[in-house]
């Protein structure tokens, strides 16, 4: 082959070469490579291989092999973290690159709520899909705090159940440090005891703190507390919930969580509360009332006297008894 022959192969190599760079560099920057939003597993370890295949595999990237060759090149691959990614549509592969290279894990919510027990809680985590490991020390009930926690896929069950427990040991100490002197309180976890009670007592947060002033009181003047749901939890075996109605015999309950024949706290919380329940009984209002019932619309009618309190009570059942007659 000539010297000629020989140079127009290699201009037309190198036009074809610049041509094709050229056609990449446009479609690396300008073609659109995701047509859908899709969630992606990238593992620990994983190739650029990998990567391209499951973006291929979800359909989230379209003619994988221009995305390949330019991302190859750039070695920008090297920069990929691993996780669980949530990869939005109509992004152009130099955009995908960079998603992949800054991209924060997708967060799951978890949520704790407010009333529910310890029990429940582990459940929850023990059911949860995105989380892995076991847990291998029951904490004390009361001890999680009630909020809606994020967790990325891969998070321990352990160490999320120990983030719980330290956000309500931080929460209870600042709350404590500015409680009322007043209370009649002694320790924070006495206040976690009666605020559990209020929580579970309360039909909401806005008699939350009328709630827990009948409590207070009631503690000041050595009467028992008298709430239902102590018997329940005890009832239970820790569960919170019962399937029927407590009945005469339940109040007698020869248990330290029977407050209606127990004076004082019982020896634990009952379930969660709120950061608005644990503010009721440690910075309260001051009220007459020593009773209260529901009264059928989620709140409840309060009380100074028993009189009063047993009228209330025989209204209660009164206009109950009306609602369901057919």
């Known amino acids: 082959m000539t010297r000629t022959t020989w140079a127009i192969v290699l201009l037309t190599a190198l036009v074809g070469l610049s041509s094709f760079a050229l056609m990449a560099r446009w479609v690396y920057e300008h073609r659109v490579g995701t047509f859908k939003e899709s969630v992606i597993i990238i593992p620990k370890g994983a190739s650029f291989q990998n990567v391209v295949d499951l973006l291929s595999h979800h359909n989230a990237l379209a003619y994988p092999f221009f995305f390949y060759v330019s991302e190859g090149l750039l070695e920008h691959h090297r920069f990929y973290p691993s996780g669980e990614f949530l990869i939005p549509a109509g992004l152009t592969y130099q955009e995908l690159s960079v ?3 800054r991209a924060k894990p997708l967060q799951h919510p978890i949520r704790v709520v407010e009333g529910n027990t310890v029990a429940a809680v582990l ?4 059911d949860h899909p995105v989380l892995t490991g076991h847990i291998d020390s029951m904490p004390a009930e009361g001890t999680l705090f009630a909020e809606t926690y994020y967790v990325s896929r891969g998070e321990n069950r352990q160490q999320m159940l120990n983030r719980m427990q330290a956000m309500m040991t931080k929460q209870l100490s600042a709350l404590w440090d500015k409680r009322n002197p007043d209370v009649p309180m002694k320790t924070p976890e006495e206040a976690l005891i009666l605020a559990s009670i ?3 007592e309360s039909g909401g947060k806005d008699d939350q703190t009328y709630v827990a002033s009948v409590f207070l009181n009631r503690l000041k003047a050595g009467m028992p507390l008298q709430a239902d749901p102590t018997i329940i939890y005890a009832l239970s075996g820790g569960s919170g919930r019962l399937s029927r109605p407590l009945n005469r015999q339940d109040w007698t309950l020869q248990s330290p969580y029977n407050t209606y024949i127990q004076t004082g706290l019982p020896p634990s919380p009952i ?3 709120s950061v608005e329940a644990l503010r009721a009984v ?3 209002i001051t009220t007459p009332y020593y009773y209260f019932v529901a009264d059928g619309k989620g709140g409840h009618i309060f ?3 028993l009189s009063d309190h047993n009228r ?3 209204a209660f059942y ?3 008894k009306e609602s369901s007659a057919p």
């Open 99 to 101: 998603f992949l290279r």
């Open 123 to 126: 459940q929850h985590l023990n």
């Open 198 to 200: 209020v929580e579970k």
């Open 271 to 273: 379930a969660i509360p």
């Open 282 to 284: 440690l910075n309260p």
């Open 303 to 305: 009380s100074t006297s």
């Open 312 to 314: 209330h009570v025989r």
């Open 318 to 320: 009164r206009t109950k």
